[in-house]
């Protein structure tokens, strides 16, 4: 019977360590690209794919002259490279809720979702006022790339 309960304390533990784990990690696509990691992690973390949708990236590397008030521009090879490497690991445009017309992640519906009620006394909490510093919060399944 202690044994049992015993058991049951461990379980209880391990799920709870799982979930909070669970909760703090951001996954980046299995397919790895040098240049989008090396280019788009220049300045921020390079973002994952996944949150904004094919449509809502390829307008993005169609302007990355005027990119969020930054000359991000590339030559044309790189930035081919880019865009179709988002086009394979991006959110299809299906996904109505990985989208949002500024471009920013921080802006979608699913974004805001995840983020709301949690999120203000953590941003408080980390003195840091911009949602899109994702690694103030969050660990990538990547290691090395934030
Ligand atoms: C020259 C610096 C620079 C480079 C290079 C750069 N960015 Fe940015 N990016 C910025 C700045 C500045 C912002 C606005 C940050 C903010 O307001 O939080 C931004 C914002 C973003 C956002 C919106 C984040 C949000 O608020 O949700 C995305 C997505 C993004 N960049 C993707 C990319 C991609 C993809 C590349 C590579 C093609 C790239 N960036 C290269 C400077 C850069
Ligand atoms: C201020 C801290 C904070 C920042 C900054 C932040 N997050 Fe989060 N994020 C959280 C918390 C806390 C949760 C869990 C919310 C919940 O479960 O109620 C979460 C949940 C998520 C989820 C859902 C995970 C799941 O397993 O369901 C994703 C995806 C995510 N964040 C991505 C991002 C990305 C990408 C960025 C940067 C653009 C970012 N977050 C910035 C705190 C943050």
Redesign the pocket.
Known sequence: MRTTALVSLVAALGVAACATQ??????LPAEKNALWRSECGACH?A??P??LTVGNWQAMMRELEQHFGEDASLDEASRQEIAAYLQRNGAPDSYGRHSASSLR??DTA??QR??????VP??RR?G?N?????????KASDEQLW
């Open positions: 669970h909760r703090e990690r951001v996954s973390q973002f994952p996944m949150m992640i921080t699913y974004f995840r983020h709301k009620g949690s999120s953590l941003w980390t840091e911009k949602p899109s510093n994702c690694p103030a919060c969050h």
